[in-house]
């Protein structure tokens, strides 16, 4: 990937373009569809089972039942099976698809099962029983496919993307699956949830049943768990995988899998475009609250485009398939209190900024190929890429918390990124109860930050009483902004091989061993800053606003490399104790060996230059045991009880924030002192600080140097959850389920510094809690309270020694969810749930000094209610939506306490500021949010599997305000809020498939 090609997204390639030619833009997509044009539906690829069993009409087995199973989705045009003593088949490791069973025994009718529908990883049991008659008479059967999964234990939704875009609106990446999926959380109604945002500021962190993290998979192959792939209209089904997940996963946590459709012997495409307009919306910051904040510049759309298409089909048919798809977005929008420029008034924070309109832009494109070598051997490769460029990314800053309203055009970033993956898979049935595959390939992503054009000669300047940022933004190669670079890269290897035997151990058994290889590398970094290597921090002083306070000087230039290899291997075992009871057992060894390899740091305005060995961080090996239960209590197969339990290890992070940048001598060396202006020009020049580390001006150090080795008795944390569920079919496609999980995270860490022990911070000091606004001798002041500096025996570099220590407390979540799904039948589908979590979160990974005592523990209740549908009104005319009602934000109050009193006690000598927290978490909330989408669309069938699509979009419908982000700081910002959704806004769209 050549960093040459990844140019900053410039104002002048703005949306302000013709109509006309975004109308030729989507029109010559759907016109190379239509030249291609067949009367084939599309197929997939990733897999699940069909099983049952064969009774005449006594209830006796059937054995010797030949089994067909056909299907467009069959690259090698039907499998074979015959039921067994006890009159089973099984299909195993069949595509997701449409299929037809046919049962067929000489002295029998012939059975016919059709539309079945079979969904990524769902073991569809398909019972059939076979009347006494000729062979040649035939009983055709199109039933409802089945909704309850007696054998699968993991949870989780299947969506099927084709029906889905269709019937709902959809933005296109991860907030979609949140909005859809019962127990998922993160992103709906927030910025990475606009449809016209991408890049960083669509970055999102998913949570499942009140656990953060999320391992994302194209096809099984596991890529970059940030990144928010833009081909998700053109993926086939997305499988989520929410709880319970087998061995074969490592990390707890949502799981997603992206997953393509492969071709077919016949030609079938879709292609669509959706467009919005600044004419077609409302404003939804016509509160009392926003307006008494100056919150005057919404989340709003100038223009916006999104054009995609797929086509695929045969090269040979039969033998080898094709499937291409290709999406591209731009967008013009203002951000929610992001300021172009400081207004008449030439100050920031004042409410008469005019508001900064960024620009991005988004290419992706897939290419899949499929090769059934022979009958029993099959061949894929797929390509994805994906790029972005944001010409106003404002959501991180150097220090401290940073927003869109406190970071202005000036101050924020220009944002490039490059993801590439590629793999080949190799999958046979060398025999009828032996099936395997082997893949590899390599996932990487480039990130680039650059500085706003005229912002350069500027330093950082951050206010720790306003949040506000001004001048450039600077990076220490870690932070996302400007800039920084990036480039990860890992080659990734799995193979797994599954055993059926005849009958073993007094029941059905499916062995399946397997294997994960990933081999990493990590390259950040930053170069010099063109106005200096160091930002400054403003305070008040004294009374006095916006004084000189701290300064904090980076090592720039660096590039530190940081290296991860892990070695994985499981065994499953689904065990079937006759047809009501499955046992899944599952074992799970993980190896991560982190590392940093040989490397060299250049010499610059604050460090020297130096070369450095090798350094292996650390080893571990980890076991992880699974088990889970399914019981069917009446045999009717219509319900279901499970219980899972399942140990996760966390896998070491290897992007942004790897666990080794700690150890690492290249990361950046941060340096904070005091720092006094002596000639008032509010930049830092020589001979203003004493740059002595056991100086009167030190404050704090981080630095590999300052890093002591891992203890040999840390351990890497994991994950305990246990989850028991109820599930019944209520109707013909339509099922529902009672649900609770307990999850428990275990031997998490932090960083204390150990040459400065708790005990050391003995000097109490009283201070006034000077309450929500900030100043002290107010009506709202509240009680005294007692902060801590420590010893001076203590101070200087030479007592600033981090190490990275497990925490002590554990954390955990409980969920009760209730949750309903009927699949599109009669003419109407439906998803509904709601869920209650209770968290027991400690605020603080360790606590290491007094200050960090009071209040230190989240144990709040969060809710939400979820729920979507369509209904097929007359004349073809579809209505469709999303509704998610949230608890609204939580937080707590906090204070920094400067060093000096304003009431004229006594002053930190040490320490220059102490945060604390000064009431629960909790007792600061946000009004609950409330996001409606609603959809209506006209289909015409132009022939055959020809058809067009008409869709308005009225995305938050309720044109909804409610606080997305609020600060909770005492002071000018207390309860400022920071973001709010888009306004109701108008979109329409239109899509053409074969």
Known sequence: MEVSNMVPCSPARKLRRDGVLLLART??????????????????????????????????????????????????????????????????EVRVGVYRLQFELQGFQTLVREQLELEVGFAARVDATLNVGNLAETVVVSG??????????????????????????????????VRLTPGLSGGVGTRSGNPTQMGLQANMSVAAYGQSGVTAMIEDFQMHSNNQPPMLGGTDQMDVRSFGNTAEVQNPGAALNYVFSSGGNQFHGRGAGLFMHEALQSSNIDTPVLR??????????????????????????????FFATARQRESERTIGGFAANAGPDGRYLTGDEPAAVPVAEQWGQVVKLSYQAT???QITGLWWRDRTADNGSCTSGYFGAANCRTIPFEAASIYNIRDLVWNGEIRGTPTNNVTFHLKGGRAAYQTRYYIQPGSDLLPTRWNRNTQLYTGSPISNGNTTSAQRRGDTRFHQYT?????????????????????????ALVVGGASNHPAGNYGLVFDTVGGVPDQAAEITTLSLPLEPKNGLNLHSVYATDQWRLGRRLTINLGLRFDRQTTFVPAQVQEASTFVKAAEFDRLN???????????????????????????????????????????????????ATATTY?????????????????????????????????????DPGFKLPHSHEVAASYERELLPNMGSRVLYVYKRRNDDYGTVNAARPYSAYNIPIQRRDPGPDGVVNTADDGSMVTIYDYDPVFSGGQFVSNERVNQVNDDSAQTIEVSVNKRMSSRWSLMGSYGATKQHRWLDSFID?????????????????????????????????????????????????????????????????????????????????????????????????????????????????????????????????TLIPTPRALRFGIQYGF
């Not at 599954?498 to 290889?517: C, E, M, N, W």
């Not at 409606?932 to 009225?954: C, H, P, Y």
């Open 849 to 977: 000094t007094p200050n960090q005592e009071y209040f230190p523990l989240d144990e709040t209740w969060s809710w939400v209610f979820r729920s979507s549908g369509s209904f097929v009104l007359p004349y073809e005319v579809l209505l469709g939506g999303t509704l998610n009602v949230r608890s609204g934000i939580q937080g707590q109050r906090t204070y920094v306490f400067r060093a000096a009193d304003p009431l004229g006690g006594p002053r930190l000598n040490q320490l220059s500021t102490v945060t604390l927290r000064l009431d629960p978490y909790g007792s600061q909330t946000g009004p609950a949010q409330k996001y409606l989408d609603i959809r209506v669309a006209k289909t015409f069938n132009l022939g055959g599997q020809r058809e067009v699509l008409f869709s308005m979009d009225v995305l938050n419908a309720a044109n909804d305000s409610a606080a997305q982000a609020i600060t909770f700081a005492s002071g000018p910002t207390f309860r400022q809020i």
């Open 495 to 519: 193979g797994a091989i599954t055993y059926i035997p005849a009958g073993f151990l007094g029941g059905d058994h499916q062995f399946k061993v397997g294997f994960r290889s990933n081999l």
């Open 27 to 92: 029109a010559s997509l759907l016109l190379a569809l239509v030249m291609f044009h067949s009367s084939a539906v599309a197929q997939t690829l990733t897999l699940g089972v069909i099983e049952g069993a064969v009774t005449d009409e006594t209830g006796g087995a059937l054995p010797g039942v030949t089994v067909t199973l056909t299907s467009p989705a069959l690259q090698v045009g039907q499998l074979t099976a015959v039921t067994g003593p006890e009159g089973r088949y099984r299909f195993g």
């Open 674 to 710: 005091r720092w006094r202006d002596l000639n008032g020009n509010r930049n830092y020049d020589a001979g203003e600080v004493n740059l002595d580390v056991n100086g009167p001006d030190f404050i704090d150090i981080t630095s590999a140097a300052n890093t002591r080795p891992l």
């Open 375 to 377: 009958p029993k051997y």
């Open 144 to 177: 409802a496919s089945p909704v309850v999964d007696l054998t699968t234990t993991r949870g989780g939704q299947a969506i099927n993307t084709a029906l889905t875009t269709k019937a709902i609106p959809m933005v296109g990446h991860q907030v979609d699956l």
């Open 292 to 321: 008494a904040q100056g919150f005057t510049t919404p989340e709003e759309l100038k223009n916006y485009f999104d054009v995609q298409g797929n086509l695929g089909g045969r090269i040979i048919r039969d033998k080898l398939w």
């Open 617 to 667: 961080v650390g080893t571990w090996n980890q076991w992880a045991p699974r088990a889970a239960v399914a019981w069917d209590p009446t045999g009717s197969g219509k319900n279901v009880l499970k219980g899972t339990y399942g140990w996760y290890n966390d896998e070491l992070p290897y992007f942004v924030g790897t666990f080794t940048d700690l150890y690492n001598p290249v990361f």
